[in-house]
T-cell receptor
């Protein structure tokens, strides 16, 4: 069974802090994704990566960056956290041939920026 | 531009009643549509995809290209169907297949 693990379930940070959200998958998937989930807005794609050291912007990349130094790990970075980045963040992965199709999700990180 | 619209935020039904969760999409090419589900305290997971034409947990969904719809249906709702349901579209954007989600519909099945 595919396991996508997000390092923190809940995180509380202050405005202006640099925040790292970590995600690890154990199924050797090529593709990894970061979404944010907000009530009434659904899931919106922030960034995705289809290979090590490769990254592509999603629909709402502003204020975020990502890092993928190893195949199994995909990090989301908030350079200077703001209150409007308070949200549930979901990491996902998929095999190479299923890019943008069948995604396996982590449990999510609920980030609160005060 | 790709877009997925789920017009209902909440759908409330009684056990045994039929259920239809609506999904409409906008996409210029040939889309691939999915339904994802998130049960309470569980991860978001794939429920079904239109190309499989299968029934999962009694749910079916048919792609109607003329009406650009992919509604999710179940003839008799069960309490365990209570969850958040997301319709999603996979289409080419910027050279890559991206999965775009709707806003979601919460299904509440009452005893």
């Amino acid at each position: 069974d595919v396991k996508v693990t997000q390092s923190s379930r809940y995180l509380v940070k202050r405005t202006g802090e640099k925040v790292f959200l970590e995600c690890v998958q154990d199924m050797d998937h090529e593709n990894m994704f970061w979404y944010r989930q907000d009530p009434g807005l659904g899931l919106r794609l922030i960034y995705f990566s289809y290979d090590v050291k490769m990254k592509e912007k999603g629909d709402i990349p502003e204020g975020y960056s990502v890092s993928r130094e190893k195949k199994e790990r995909f990090s989301l970075i908030l350079e200077s956290a703001s209150t409007n980045q308070t949200s549930m963040y979901l990491c996902a992965s998929s095999p190479g041939h299923l890019l943008g199709k069948k995604l396996f999700f982590g449990s999510g990180t609920q980030l609160s920026v005060l | 531009a790709q877009r997925v619209t789920q017009p209902e935020k909440l759908l409330s039904v009684f056990k045994g009643a039929p259920v239809e969760l609506k999904c409409n999409y906008s996409y210029s090419g040939s889309p691939e549509l999915f339904w994802y589900v998130q049960y309470s305290r569980q991860r978001l997971q794939l429920l079904l995809r239109h190309i499989s034409r299968e029934s999962i947990k009694g749910f079916t969904a048919d792609l109607n290209k003329g009406e650009t719809s992919f509604h999710l249906k179940k003839p008799f709702a069960q309490e365990e169907d209570s969850a958040m349901y997301y319709c999603a579209l996979s289409g080419l954007s910027g050279g890559y297949n991206k999965l775009i989600f709707g806003a979601g519909t919460r299904l509440a099945v009452h005893p």
